[in-house]
């Protein structure tokens, strides 16, 4: 929209036009009666709003004091209206801040900033799982985010919303196309098996399921497989807690080895019915290019290459500079190919509310996103949820229920054009010729815009549903239920037809193939529980008793086709003169378990935290399916403690330690079983079988021990608030697979090693209230993370397979390299340390220099100003960290690599960071080249510090009552600052796209 008009109707008009619905409605009229007790005074009437300083507060008790029957309660966007005399006070309260006594003094609209209470943010409960804890309480570490941070971030992955927002918590976008997914790890990696570090999922008490749905024969891009977690709407969650420690995992077991994310959906509230309407568009585009030679600069690479190896003419294929291209034309291909605008739209709408004892929420949502690559392509994904909660009478009986249900429905390309964006020569054809049609140049090149034929299609369809019923037994003695059901299924086709290829090959649709995935996970979850709360002597003891129930069965289909007679029936595989199954499987998994918890809060100063699960898993052969996992974790709270109770400068103050177990199964199905697959061969007409996998019962649980130690600091009312802890995590009995000769038909053995990971580290959290008045409030978030993951053991480490991947006393995710020396100034060739000098660099002897690709430390700097009716969040994510670095080893054969080589070697005494120009016969510049590309050369600083996100937001003035409208200004990886120079630093996969930088505008209206 470029041009914007307010009309006469007031602007509440022009915000229901920008939103893009025609509506019309009477206003609300609020009527407040006050019963007149005072003859001596004239009644007058106050309205105003309650907020925090930056949100509206509803649910406030507004009351005048010494008067009883007057009390009103404000709405859900803060406002109220009260009867009263001019000369009354108002009594304004509610929990978790200081009651105000506010002089009316004959004012007619009042509004009205409340203070925290000195542990407000502490008396906030958290959900753990089975239970919630105050936060002033708790014994284990936990990290929260609420909806309030998830809907500041134009994002459609919830793992996105916790980017730069947690300590310990690390995120990792692994591509920039829609749909794509993201690597988390919670205090590093645990297990040598990096599918084995997923943590655990709940949603409103249901487990989901990550493990990823796509196939990576129909993926649409590499590294991005479909993962289940794009089904999740963010903006349907109303709380994200990550539980890191022992004491907060345990109690899941054997699924809590690498922590455990719960997502609590959004519910209704008591009030009238509410309804929200928000509507966004914006763009998407690549964060950042890399600098890449002009043609000036490529050719006079070229040319030069063929003097360095003493050659006078150019070859027939040599089109880039023998005259058959323009050598003139310029073409900055990355703007060409990945230069795009990606289109995003979203429109949500929710209604909701209740009474007292019966409360609602629906909500649906939609959004589009288009791609940077060319082409028409389009990721549609779709939604709803429904809450129900409801309470008896007496509060005795309580019934929740959620569901939600997702699609997703993805248009790729099935190929990548980021490695053609940074390959291509800048002189290479134009795309189309004059007739519009791809242009071939004659059958010079391969236009990469063949690639657009090749279509990559996914289709998802995802229902969660849970149900909670509890019941007060006796006073304080509850049993409760929880069941739950998860059912997901997807399809996924990528083609390859013939016309991908160039014209000049004579490639027919004989040759087309399509790959296709076919994939559905249901499972369901019935936990019955006991609890009991009861205060003995000084202290409250809190017992909790349940078990789980579960299982979770997977279909798989995996096809292959190939050879049709007409592109056009691609999709048919009955018109395939191949069909190949590559896949046909259907597994079930059947886990069991039994926990408790034993809390006791003795005079609100020591705390005691006990939890034990003992856990069963079909993944185990008979005799070790079932595994004991506990922790215990103590809280000491000396600022209740009788020397600091006046002390007017420390508000909070404890000590918290943890220490205890947690386990894996993350190996799949089957794993201990004799497995027999499909040969897809016919032997008189029958197909036979063959051995898959070999027996091996012996293995059992990987075990993970978890010890932790933390301060938490309250200072000045808790306008400054801080936690320091430090952990130690040690992975053992690691489930991996034992590599055998392949004489043995097999290429590895399920089996336990006896390999030991340690994760340490230290997180620094710190929030401080810098400002909080009536019209201006300003509040500081940050969070530091300090890692380091090491192999404790390995025994006959040297002589086994992985000696060539591993290190005792190094990270897991390290590169062997060769050392580099430098360049030879009479040959211009990189040189590198012959380490057992033999005369020669070989492979492995010489390739032993590690470096770790580990970041030292992570975190995020957050900031949260309100300014009147303005409000501006932003957080700024910084990583330290060295990764590899594409295009520096350049050799200058036909490719236009990064501009950093256009000034290197060119005759005997240069020095500098590049080695000769060659044009591929300088075998010994071409093998420099590779062994260049595998040296410590090729890791550089990938540090980086980036606007991960800003959100600015203007509550418009309205004329109606009860009706709030909302502009927002929302931006993702908006600006990086970084010395990295390929490209994006958080994605250094070369040749995939990179994250990309979004903003979005929008309306929300609520009324």
Request: aromatic residues 12%; neutral net charge.
């Amino acid at each position: 929209m470029n041009n914007f008009s307010f009309f006469k109707g007031g602007r509440a008009l022009y915000c229901l036009i920008f939103l893009g619905f025609i509506m019309s409605f009477p206003p609300l009229l609020a009527k407040n009666h006050a019963r007149q007790s005072n003859f001596f005074f004239q009644l007058h009437k106050v309205q105003g709003t309650v907020t925090d300083g930056i949100d509206p507060l509803p649910g406030v008790t507004i009351a005048v004091k010494n008067k009883k029957n007057n009390a009103v309660i404000s709405d859900y966007s803060g406002q109220f209206s009260v009867i009263c005399s001019p000369y009354d006070t108002l009594a304004v309260s509610y929990i978790g801040f200081k009651t105000k006594l506010v002089p009316i003094q004959g004012r007619s609209v009042v509004d009205i900033v409340l203070d925290y209470t000195t542990t407000t943010l502490q008396e906030v409960r958290v959900n753990a799982g089975y239970y919630t804890v105050k936060e002033s309480e708790r014994t284990g570490s936990i990290a929260r985010i609420t909806s309030k941070d998830i809907e500041t971030q134009p994002v459609t992955n919830v793992l996105a919303t916790m980017q730069g927002r947690m300590a310990g918590v690390s995120v990792t976008q692994t591509t920039g196309v829609p749909g794509g997914g993201f690597e988390i790890k919670i205090r590093g990696q645990n297990s040598l098996r990096p599918d084995a570090n997923q943590p655990l999922y709940i949603i409103d008490g249901v487990p989901y399921a990550s493990d990823p749905i796509g196939y990576n024969q129909t993926s649409s891009t590499y590294p991005s497989v479909t993962s289940p977690l794009n089904s999740i709407n963010p903006d349907s969650i109303e709380s994200l807690e990550i539980l890191k420690d022992a004491d907060a995992t345990s109690i899941y077991g054997s699924r809590g080895a690498n922590g455990v994310v719960l997502i609590t959906t959004k519910k209704g509230k008591s009030g009238k019915t509410t309804f929200n309407l928000t509507a966004s568009t914006g763009a998407g585009t690549v964060t950042k290019f890399m600098k890449l030679m002009n043609t000036e600069q490529y050719l006079a690479m070229r040319k030069q290459a063929f003097v360095n190896d003493g050659l006078q003419d150019y070859n027939s294929w040599d089109y880039d500079i023998n005259g058959t291209w323009d050598q003139n034309r310029y073409t900055d291909w990355q703007k060409e190919l990945i230069g795009g605008t990606s289109q995003i739209n979203d429109l949500q709408g929710t209604v909701s509310g209740g009474s007292e004892s019966t409360q609602f929420l629906l909500s649906g949502s939609y959004h589009t996103e288009t791609t940077v690559f060319p082409g028409d392509f389009l990721y549609k994904k779709g939604g709803s949820q429904l809450s129900i909660n409801h309470h008896s009478l007496d509060n005795k009986f309580k019934f929740n229920f959620s569901a939600g249900y997702n699609l997703q429905d993805n248009d790729q390309p099935a190929f990548d054009f980021t490695y053609d964006a940074r390959s291509l020569p800048p002189n290479a054809p134009a795309l189309y010729d004059a007739n519009g049609n791809l242009n071939w140049e004659n059958g010079t090149w391969d236009n990469p815009l063949r690639n657009l034929n090749a279509k990559f299609e996914s289709k998802t369809k995802d229902l969660v549903v849970n149900a909670v019923l509890s019941y007060e037994i006796i006073p304080n003695l509850i049993l409760k239920g929880n069941f739950g059901y998860t059912d997901l299924s997807t399809k996924e086709s990528r083609t390859a037809p013939s016309t991908v290829f160039n014209p000049a090959y004579n490639i027919s649709s004989a040759n087309s193939s399509i790959f296709l995935n076919d994939t559905d996970r249901s499972s369901w979850i019935i936990e019955p529980q006991i609890s009991w709360n009861k205060n003995i002597g000084d202290g409250k003891l809190d017992v909790l008793l349940g078990s789980t129930f579960q299982s979770q069965t997977t279909s798989r289909l995996y096809q292959s086709g190939k050879g049709f007679s007409s592109n056009s029936l691609i999709y048919n595989l009955g018109a395939a003169n191949i069909v190949t199954v590559l896949l046909n499987d259907e597994t079930q998994y059947k886990y069991q378990a039994f926990f408790g918890r034993v809390n006791y809060n003795w005079k609100q100063k020591y705390i005691l935290n006990v939890t034990a699960r003992r856990d069963g898993s079909s993944r185990f052969g008979s005799g070790n399916q079932f595994a004991n996992f506990g922790a215990i974790g103590a809280a000491w709270l000396f600022s209740n403690a009788s020397f600091l109770k006046n002390n007017s400068w420390l508000s909070f103050g404890k000590i918290r330690a943890s220490y205890g177990t947690t386990g894996n199964d993350q190996i799949g199905d089957y794993q201990f079983l004799n497995t027999y697959s499909i040969t897809g061969v016919s032997y008189n007409g029958i197909i036979g079988l063959q051995p898959s996998r070999l027996y091996n019962a012996d293995f059992g649980w990987e075990t993970n021990k978890k010890l932790e130690a933390a301060i938490e600091l309250g200072f000045l009312q808790d306008r400054i608030f801080t936690t320091l802890a430090w952990y130690q995590n040690r992975s053992s009995n690691q489930l991996v697979g034992i590599p055998l000769p392949g004489t043995t038909g097999f290429t590895s053995l399920q089996s336990n090693l006896d390999a030991t990971v340690q994760n340490t580290g230290l997180e620094l959290t710190l929030r401080t209230l810098n400002f909080s008045t009536k019209n201006f409030s300003w509040t500081t978030n940050f969070n530091l993370t300090f890692s380091k993951n090491k192999l404790l053991d390995f025994p006959g480490l040297e002589s086994s397979t992985y000696s060539q991947k591993y290190r005792i006393g190094q990270p897991l995710n390290i590169a062997l390299l060769y050392k580099y020396k430098g360049i030879n100034s009479s040959t211009g060739v990189y040189e590198f340390e012959d380490l057992n000098n033999d005369g020669r660099i070989s492979f492995p002897e010489d390739r032993q220099l590690t470096a770790d690709l580990n970041p030292k430390y992570y975190g995020g700097l957050q900031n949260q100003l309100g300014f009147k009716n303005w409000k501006l969040d932003f957080l700024f994510q910084f990583v330290n960290q060295k990764n590899r670095t594409y295009g520096m080893g350049f050799s200058g054969q036909m490719s236009n690599e990064n501009s950093r080589a256009v000034n290197s070697w060119q005759q005997t005494g240069d020095t500098g960071p590049y080695q000769t120009y060659t044009t591929g016969e300088n075998s010994a510049a071409v093998t420099a080249y590779n062994l260049h590309s595998e040296s410590d050369a090729s890791v550089v600083d990938a540090s980086y510090v980036r606007l991960k996100n800003i959100a600015l937001s203007y509550d418009l003035p309205l004329s109606l009552k009860e009706t709030n409208c909302k502009l927002m200004l929302q931006a993702q990886n908006l600006l990086t600052f970084t010395n990295y120079k390929d490209g994006d630093p958080e994605f250094t996969i070369s040749g995939y796209l990179p994250p990309l930088k979004v903003i979005t505008v929008g309306v929300q209206l609520t009324f």
